[in-house]
């Protein structure tokens, strides 16, 4: 199995809504990321977990929070968003980090729309 | 972060080779080269990576100057289903923090 599940792969929410992005992976890789891409724009790294912890934090404002509750799953918890983040929220893993000899794996990614 | 320069589009004929540059002048000795790729609608794939020699797997090639300051990546027969945004990576150590930024990318179409 060498897939990365995002769910849900739509998203609507209002800028008062809380919501969540979840991304599971069972290939026993320690290291997960989020990527945000904007449309017709490459993807930005917003956070990098490492053995669960949080290894890098790109200065993402405090309304996106990630958590990792275990090395297959990670979170992307949603609050008080604005338009401007309406994304495609895309999810990651390698076998570990840091390590410049690793190979992602994507998944297909949250298109969220943020009204 | 290391930056790489790509052409923003290609065109290629299908079943022709395409070719595909990349520069990236200020790599440092210990940086890999990766690839990746986006169709529409998905995620990126990765396709191939490399450090100084040439690497060749089932999905492409990937030349790497001497001097490692360009790469090229090589589909040896493009299919319509190559049709993607084709990203050069340099891995991007700072700190003791490692990661892959995206440049631009290069869309590259392909003709039947």
């Known amino acids: 199995d060498t897939e990365v599940t995002q769910t849900p792969k739509h998203l609507v929410m209002g800028m008062t809504n809380k919501k969540s992005l979840k991304c599971e992976q069972h290939?026993?890789?320690?290291?997960m990321y989020w990527y945000k891409q904007k449309a017709k724009k490459p993807p930005e790294l917003m956070f990098v977990y490492s053995y669960e912890k949080l290894s890098i934090n790109e200065s993402v404002p405090s309304r996106f929070s990630p958590e990792c509750p275990n090395s297959s799953l990670l979170n992307l918890h949603l609050h008080a968003l604005q338009p401007e983040d309406s994304a495609l929220y895309l999810c990651?893993?390698?076998?570990?980090?840091?390590?410049?000899?690793?190979?992602?794996?994507f998944g297909s990614g949250t298109q969220l729309s943020v009204l | 972060d290391a930056k790489t320069t790509q052409p923003n589009s290609m065109e290629s004929n299908e079943e022709e080779p395409v070719h595909l540059p990349c520069n990236h002048s200020t790599i440092s000795g210990t940086d890999y080269i990766h690839w990746y790729r986006q169709l529409p609608s998905q995620g990126p794939e990765y396709v191939i990576h490399?450090?100084?020699s040439n690497v060749n797997n089932r999905m492409a090639s990937l030349a790497i100057a001497e001097d490692r300051k360009s790469s090229t990546l090589i589909l040896h027969r493009a299919t319509l289903r190559d049709a993607a945004v084709y990203y050069c990576?340099?891995?991007?150590?700072?700190?003791?923090?490692?990661?892959?930024?995206f440049g631009k990318g290069t869309k590259l179409t392909v003709n039947p």
């Open positions: 290939m026993g890789h320690r290291a």
């Open positions: 990651a893993s390698s076998q570990d980090w840091p390590q410049r000899n690793e190979k992602l794996f």
């Open positions: 990576i340099l891995s991007s150590e700072k700190g003791g923090s490692e990661k892959l930024v």
């Open positions: 490399g450090l100084t």
